[in-house]
């Protein structure tokens, strides 16, 4: 990997689905990534037949696929962060497992996709126990909604206990999202080396959305590529609770500014910045 002149942006490298009506996957992830400064170095894992309303179809690529795009990105480009979304089969993600282990030095976060929006399944028991065992020990930030901790962690009875069980799992924060929780507000909550490490509330907002969480994740990883830029000497743990907190105010902006294309979810606006309020 070559090092990058100073004045380059940092790279992200985004390894997740395409999604052809641009609302979620690697358009979602593109759009966010540049927003936030940050080059985007897009690496496709499945290719997906959707639209606002639902997964309709799920096309992985092979590992071979996989490993040989982004080996030869990585070979290039100076990669600052990963962001990983829709994996496509246990096959990728044992790829993937091989791919970070090369780059130990590289913080890594996972959305764990499982299901879309519209409740299409994106994730077999295979994938999941590959997730699981494989993933989540070289995760620097993992970023579930509650469903998706649930499924991750089936034998915790709380979202705390979820969360413990995924830190054992060998993830180093895990930011639990409450969109899917009920109440006024959505709460999301932080944790780390055992133990609550912060909670954010945010005004719940009125509409569904398509590509919520992939929009968190590229923020985060982002605004760590860019940290890590500015701050190279300082450990990650100490930059990830600020770099959380400007992730959902992003995202927040992204989806207050959303938009209806389809008939289903609307999409957020992630280059609300773009013109004037």
């Given at each position: 990997?070559?090092?990058?002149?100073?004045?380059?942006?940092?790279?992200?490298?985004?390894?997740?689905?395409?999604?052809?009506?641009?609302g979620?996957?690697?358009?979602?992830?593109?759009?966010?990534?540049?927003?936030?400064?940050?080059?985007?170095?897009?690496?496709?894992?499945?290719?997906t037949?959707?639209?606002?309303?639902?997964?309709?179809a799920?096309?992985?690529?092979?590992?071979?696929?996989?490993?040989?795009?982004?080996?030869?990105?990585?070979a290039?480009?100076?990669?600052?962060?990963?962001?990983?979304?829709?994996?496509?089969?246990?096959?990728?993600?044992?790829?993937?497992?091989?791919?970070?282990?090369?780059?130990?030095?590289?913080?890594?976060?996972?959305?764990?996709?499982?299901?879309?929006?519209?409740?299409?399944?994106?994730?077999?028991?295979?994938?999941?126990?590959?997730?699981?065992?494989?993933?989540?020990?070289?995760t620097?930030?993992?970023?579930?909604?509650?469903?998706?901790?649930?499924?991750?962690?089936?034998?915790?009875?709380?979202?705390?206990?979820?969360?413990?069980?995924?830190?054992?799992?060998?993830?180093?924060?895990?930011?639990?999202?409450?969109?899917?929780?009920?109440?006024?507000?959505?709460?999301?909550?932080?944790?780390?080396?055992?133990?609550?490490?912060?909670?954010w509330?945010?005004?719940?907002?009125?509409?569904?959305?398509?590509?919520?969480?992939?929009?968190?994740?590229?923020?985060?990883?982002?605004?760590?590529?860019?940290?890590?830029?500015?701050?190279?000497?300082?450990?990650?743990?100490?930059?990830?609770?600020?770099?959380?907190?400007?992730?959902?105010?992003?995202?927040?902006?992204?989806?207050?500014?959303?938009?209806?294309?389809?008939?289903?979810?609307?999409?957020?606006?992630?280059?609300?910045?773009?013109?004037?309020?």
């Open positions: 990997m070559t090092s990058a002149p100073s004045s380059s942006p940092p790279v992200v490298m985004i390894l997740a689905g395409n999604d052809p009506s641009g979620a996957g690697l358009s979602a992830d593109i759009e966010t990534v540049v927003s936030l400064g940050c080059h985007p170095a897009p690496v496709v894992t499945a290719l037949a959707q639209d606002t309303h639902n997964v309709r799920l096309w992985p690529l092979t590992s071979q696929q996989l490993l040989e795009t982004a080996r030869t990105v990585l290039d480009l100076p990669i600052a962060a990963f962001k990983i979304g829709v994996i496509g089969s246990a096959a990728n993600a044992h790829a993937l497992h091989e791919l970070l282990r090369e780059h130990p030095g590289i913080p890594v976060v996972l959305d764990p996709v499982l299901a879309a929006g519209g409740g299409g399944e994106l994730a077999s028991a295979a994938l999941i126990e590959a997730m699981q065992t494989l993933l989540l020990p070289l620097t930030v993992l970023t579930p909604n509650s469903v998706e901790a649930r499924r991750l962690a089936p034998e915790a009875d709380t979202l705390e206990a979820c969360a413990m069980a995924l830190l054992a799992r060998g993830c180093q924060q895990v930011l639990i999202t409450g969109g899917h929780e009920p109440g006024s507000d959505v709460t999301n909550s932080l944790y780390g080396n055992n133990r609550l490490l912060d909670r509330r945010w005004p719940r907002l009125p509409h569904e959305y398509h590509g919520s969480g992939c929009t968190l994740a590229s923020a985060i990883a982002a605004l760590l590529a860019q940290s890590r830029a500015l701050s190279a000497e300082q450990p990650l743990d100490e930059l990830i609770p600020a770099v959380l907190y400007r992730a959902q105010h992003f995202t927040w902006h992204a989806l207050q500014s959303a938009y209806p294309v389809g008939g289903g979810q609307w999409i957020p606006n992630r280059l609300f910045w773009s013109k004037p309020l």
